[in-house]
């Protein structure tokens, strides 16, 4: 696979940050500017390895996070379908490694068990750690204009379960 090129998401820094980086969102850097590619990622540091582990993530996941229905963990274990992507800094030199993990119990255990904050949910955390007063209208307003993610693109050729229904009327009454 390809190196990724990651880099910040215009106007939004670190989702928590603690005396390092706990999580935060991260742009593939595409360069074809493919508006239809997933580009949104999240990222969260290792708390005893060096690594930082991205994967995809969307709008809809970000908003459960910030309700704090579910903790750093879940966030990272709501995209299994799709290979994580594991960054390793290779001594002073700055040379990173990337690698490609589809997750099994022992990633989960060791890599994303590592997690900094690993179970913990959005509101657990201090006010000066959480980087973001109003995450809803500082985080999910950009992402809602500018990243499509998977979820409802045009012309992505997918529908949201109630889009569907409705098409197909399944929730219509047979009339006799």
Not at 48 to 70: H, S
Request: glycine content about 8%.
């Amino acid at each position: 696979m390809e190196k990724i090129k990651f880099q910040e998401v215009g106007g939004i820094k670190d989702i928590l940050n603690a005396e390092g980086t706990i999580l935060a969102l991260r742009e593939n850097d595409d360069p074809e500017g493919d508006a239809q590619k997933e580009r949104l990622y999240i990222m969260g540091e290792c708390d005893k390895k060096n690594l930082k582990v991205f994967t995809k993530v969307n709008n809809k996941a970000l908003e459960l996070f910030f309700q704090g229905r579910i903790s750093i963990k879940e966030l990272f274990l709501l995209r299994l379908d799709e290979p994580y992507v594991i960054e390793e800094s290779l001594g002073g030199n700055a040379e990173i490694k990337q690698s490609y993990v589809f997750a099994d119990q022992i990633f989960l255990d060791e890599i994303l068990g590592d997690l900094r904050g690993v179970n913990q949910h959005y509101y657990s955390f201090c006010k000066n750690t959480r980087q973001h007063k109003d995450p809803f209208k500082e985080v999910l307003q950009i992402i809602d204009l500018f990243y499509y993610n998977g979820v409802n693109g045009p012309d992505s050729g997918v529908l949201l379960g109630k889009q569907w229904l409705s098409e197909n009327k399944i929730n219509e009454k047979p009339t006799v």
